[in-house]
């Protein structure tokens, strides 16, 4: 089984910048790909960002693509989502995934496991 955490979400302004983490909790972790989704109230889960095991695959949401970044240290067992340039919709629970596999993928049921998620509230 693996535990996932998340952090460093918050309440920030339009246009400014955060950046999430995720630790998890298994020696394989180098072997995961990764990935970010987020909920906003009253909606579906939506894909945000993914990585495979290596960093060489990046998959990104229209919706952030050229705004977030994904990237991940195997050494520290931690996924990051860096946010620029944050705007009132992206207001969500931010959630972190991991599957048993190297290769990312943008489906949320591609996922075996996921942590409790970190809010992110971005004020107009």
């Known amino acids: 089984q693996v535990q996932l955490v998340e952090s460093g979400g918050r309440l920030v302004q339009a246009g400014d910048s955060l950046r999430l983490s995720c630790t998890a909790s298994t020696p394989t972790f180098a072997n995961l790909a990764l990935g970010w989704f987020r909920q906003a109230p009253g909606m579906e889960r939506e894909f945000v960002a993914s990585?495979?095991?290596?960093?060489?695959?990046?998959y990104y949401a229209d919706s952030v693509k050229g705004r977030f970044t994904i990237s991940r240290d195997n050494a520290k067992n931690t996924v990051y989502l860096q946010m620029n340039s944050l705007r009132p919709e992206d207001t969500a629970l931010y959630y972190c995934a991991a599957r048993r596999t190297r290769i990312a993928t943008t489906y949320e049921q591609g996922y075996d496991y996921w942590g409790q998620g970190t809010q992110v509230t971005v004020s107009s």
């Open positions: 990585i495979d095991w290596s960093s060489s695959t990046l």
